[in-house]
DNA sequence: GAAATCATTTACCATTTGGTAAAAAGTGAT
DNA sequence: ATCACTTTTTACCAAATGGTAAATGATTTC
């Protein structure tokens, strides 16, 4: 919980009772490796911040292949970026986690006692919209060893937890492309 | 200019005398085909509305490519993202542009007069990094041609405006290649 | 309108990546 | 330890893409 405070205080100063305010609304919830904690065509209207494990941000394009899209791991924020409509992709657990959950309206809610609460809910949603458009730019006009090369910089936690066939479809190359790089790199 | 005012209101609501206002802090610009509008390194504390022509985004790479980050065409904002630090990117006109400029700070001093301003710049915001990252996002995990076809749909009224090695490094893939997908396209 | 300049296409071959399949390595349960 | 299962690596060949260079086409300038 403390991790979860800590990460709001970089967008903005609360007081104690402000603090207590937000951390009455939480829930736990843990989830086991695999899991899908959202699924594509269902609504997801919850603020989730996750204390441990890793999600993984998927869905299967036309081809029929299931794309990983992105992944989150401990001390974010995962927000609804189509509030009010259904997720087109599914979340699931990479490994097992820790999450702490707000409904999305507890969490706006929080605006009418909280003064300056939308602004920091704004800015942590845009901060972490850059984030992600900045480490998936760098995803296109490279090839696919510098793409690894930049993931594992990007990414540094992550190589060691996550099956290579998720980073693979998140670079954008099969695993056994993936496989290869990985050999010549050693 | 009008439909700058009706881009604007389809975040939120305005009356007459708070549009006057918008309209007061603007002026406007033009730029000749291939100007630089802001250099990478330089501030870029505007916001700008374009009301004819196409500007590009882009950078070089570690490799010194020249590469095209993204197109913005008409009635599209746009606004620097890492507000207070330099740009790490060129904003460069494609075709000859007309523009409309605010300052960065009477953008955001609005909202000292208009109640909701910057709710309405939020959303604003959002609404274009959303769309970015999902244009950007099909660019990863599909092949060149299914990338060439997605941006035909993605940006249909570029095509024939924008020069083929523009659109190949935005595509990450060399123009000779565009060039082949172009010919077994036909 | 001709020359010069820039953009696009084509060609050739080298390199990278994909597709299919099998082998090897790792994991978990009994 | 063994078996069943999953993940990762390897191998082989086909297909796609890159790099270099030249030819064609389009645009600008004088």
Redesign the interface.
């Known amino acids: 919980m403390k991790e979860l405070i800590e990460y709001i205080l970089q967008f903005g100063n609360l007081n104690k009772q402000q603090i207590d305010l937000i951390k009455s609304k939480t829930t736990e919830k843990e989830l086991r490796k695999n899991d899908y904690f959202i699924e594509a065509g269902k609504m997801f209207n919850q603020v989730v911040f996750i204390l441990e494990g890793v999600l993984r941000i998927c869905y299967y394009?036309n081809k029929g292949?299931e794309?990983t899209?992105y992944f989150v791991d401990e001390n974010r924020l995962v927000v609804n970026?189509y509030k009010g409509e259904p997720m087109p992709e599914y979340i699931q657990a990479i490994t097992d986690c820790k999450l702490i959950l707000f409904s999305q309206q507890d969490w706006d809610e929080l605006s009418n006692t909280i003064v300056g609460w939308?602004?920091i809910t704004?800015k942590i949603?845009?901060k972490g919209?850059?984030e992600?458009?900045d480490r998936?730019?760098s995803?296109?006009?490279?090839d696919a060893s510098t793409r690894y090369l930049t993931f594992l910089e990007k990414f540094p936690t992550l190589a060691n937890r996550v099956p290579l066939s998720y980073i693979a479809?998140?670079?954008?190359i099969t695993q056994q492309s993936l496989s290869r790089i990985r050999k010549n790199i050693r």
Chains 1, 2 share one sequence.
């Not at 995803?139 to 490279?142: I, R, W, Y």
């Not at 479809?169 to 954008?172: A, N």
């Open positions: 394009n292949e794309i899209k970026p939308e602004s704004n949603f845009q919209l850059i992600k458009m998936r730019s995803l296109v006009s490279e479809s998140y670079l954008g």
